[in-house]
């Protein structure tokens, strides 16, 4: 039984929703979607912006022109992940009461 293109930009919009899966949070840019396309034997470099592009289309992904591709929803909170890194706790522990109050007012993350 021959794949026909259809069948096969199908087969590669499942295994590019697997690796957002495995990949949870974050953008995904064209080059690291290519390599876990890999892992699928019967990959296409060919069908993948194809398959990109119908997955846009159907709703599922977005596409960041910076960062590159995400679910979609997700779009507006990843970059503001990127533009707002996490303050260490050593730095945040620095900082006045009310330093601290207006960081985390503004939405800031501590890390560890």
């Not at 620095?94 to 601290?100: D, I």
Request: proline residues 4%.
């Amino acid at each position: 039984m021959e794949l026909t293109e259809q069948t096969k930009i199908e087969m590669h919009c499942g295994q590019i929703g697997r690796i957002f899966q495995k990949n949870p949070g974050k953008f995904l840019t064209f080059k690291s979607i290519v390599e876990g396309m890999k892992e699928a034997e019967w990959g296409e470099f060919d069908l993948i912006m194809p398959a990109l592009e119908k997955l846009i289309e159907q709703g599922k992904l977005e596409h960041d022109q910076t960062y590159g591709y995400c679910p979609k929803g997700q779009k507006a909170a990843l970059r503001q992940n990127i533009s707002n890194p996490p303050m260490s706790r050593a730095d945040f522990e620095k900082l006045s009461q009310s330093e601290r109050a207006q960081y985390c007012r503004d939405g800031g993350r501590i890390a560890g």
